[in-house]
């Protein structure tokens, strides 16, 4: 009896895994028959802070709204622009106060509102896209170091992560990044699952520093779907937050690139040199981009063709990949448009809209 009970929970259980999880790994060849293609890219629009009310030292974290509004982070600025790159509004006030941050890490766009993450302390603010404060509160647990990734059926998904510990002086390690459950009122409700990213990490008297051998690299689709890249080696999960579970992991045959050169900040952390950070490659996989029914993989492949840029469907395909000479780094993908952080002849960044043909 005891027997029959274990192979029935093994089979329960295994059979469950093997309906949550597809896999399709090492896929060599794209299914378009005229892959690697060199797309030609058409300047629509470019916005500077020549403009006023606002100063680009480094914008990051881009979306673009349904009516093409165009939202962005940079130092101490969370900025909206409508779809001629006109700036609108600038969400951040500094200080400790209603509707004010010390450090904004990230925010998510939902429906007419604006959703803001700050750390220290970890709060969550509630905006309306037109910029009044409608609401703010604490989460109830000081997180290490967290990012906002999802806001859906009233509670909130963050990935948390910190600097492990390793012995002796230095070393390397996995830093467990955590898909953790908020509730709407703050409280923290469970850690779902944990994706590692290895990291070196020094050890010095009073604290530890790291610098990441992989990157924590994540997009949303249809605000359910977690898409991600956690390893410095090609592969990309899905994990599904309604069924809780890794829904697909996938990746292709990639010849790996070698850094070009190394520089001190390359090679330094805490102020030390560190042999073990001259590293063989580079990280396969530099960003992903989420289309509606497509997903882009911008790859660390770059010849006098341009950036390499894989295409996959949500089940893992591998469809097409093609070319883009750049000047910068995308920011978002659109529609048929891609926005390109670039810098002009002073050095400024820029942001530049494109439209791909």
């Known amino acids: 009896m005891k027997k029959r009970t274990i192979l029935i929970v093994f089979f329960f259980i295994t059979g469950f895994h093997f309906y949550c999880q597809q896999t399709k790994l090492d896929q060599v060849n794209p299914v378009s028959k005229k892959p690697g293609k060199i797309l030609k890219l058409k300047e629509m ?26 939202f962005l982070m940079d130092y101490n600025q969370l900025l909206r622009f409508d779809k001629n790159g006109k700036l609108l509004n600038n969400y951040y006030k500094q200080g400790q106060g209603p509707g004010e941050m010390v450090s904004m890490r990230n925010y998510l766009l939902s429906g007419e509102f604006i959703i803001v993450f700050n750390v220290r302390p970890h709060k969550i603010l509630w905006f309306e896209k037109k910029g009044p404060l409608v609401k703010e509160f604490r989460i109830h647990k000081n997180l290490f170091s967290s990012m906002l990734l999802s806001y859906r059926n009233n509670k909130y998904y963050i990935v948390n992560y910190g600097i492990p510990i390793v012995k002796g002086e230095s070393g390397f390690a996995d830093d467990m990044h955590k898909i953790v459950e908020i509730s709407d009122n703050g409280e923290i409700l469970k850690t779902l699952v944990s994706f590692p990213v290895k990291k070196f990490v020094a050890m010095f008297k009073g604290g530890r520093a790291s610098k990441g051998i992989g990157r924590f690299i994540s997009r949303m689709y249809q605000n359910r779907y977690l898409v991600l890249s956690h390893t410095p080696e090609y592969q990309i999960k899905i994990y599904d937050l309604e069924k809780k ?7 292709r045959k990639y010849k790996r690139i070698k850094p070009k050169s ?9 102020g030390r040199r560190y042999k073990e950070l001259k590293l063989k490659y580079v990280e396969d996989i530099k960003d992903l981009f989420v289309l509606e029914d497509r997903l882009w993989v911008v790859t660390s492949t770059e010849d006098k063709k341009g950036t390499l840029i894989d295409v996959f469907d949500y089940k893992g395909n591998y469809l097409d990949n093609f070319y883009l000479k ?10 048929d448009y891609i ?17 791909v043909r």
Not at 245 to 251: D, I, K
Not at 326 to 335: C, D, E, R
Request: net charge negative.
């Open 326 to 335: 750049l000047k910068g780094s995308i920011m978002a993908v659109w529609k």
């Open 339 to 355: 926005f390109v952080r670039e810098k002009n002849k002073y050095g400024a960044a820029e942001i530049v809209k494109y439209f």
């Open 245 to 251: 579970c890794l829904v697909n992991v996938f990746s």
């Open 45 to 70: 629009m470019r916005i500077t802070d020549e403009q006023g009310g606002f100063f680009f030292r480094y914008p990051f974290g881009m979306s673009i709204s349904d009516e093409c509004e165009i």
């Open 262 to 270: 190394y520089s001190d900040d390359d090679i330094m952390l805490s």
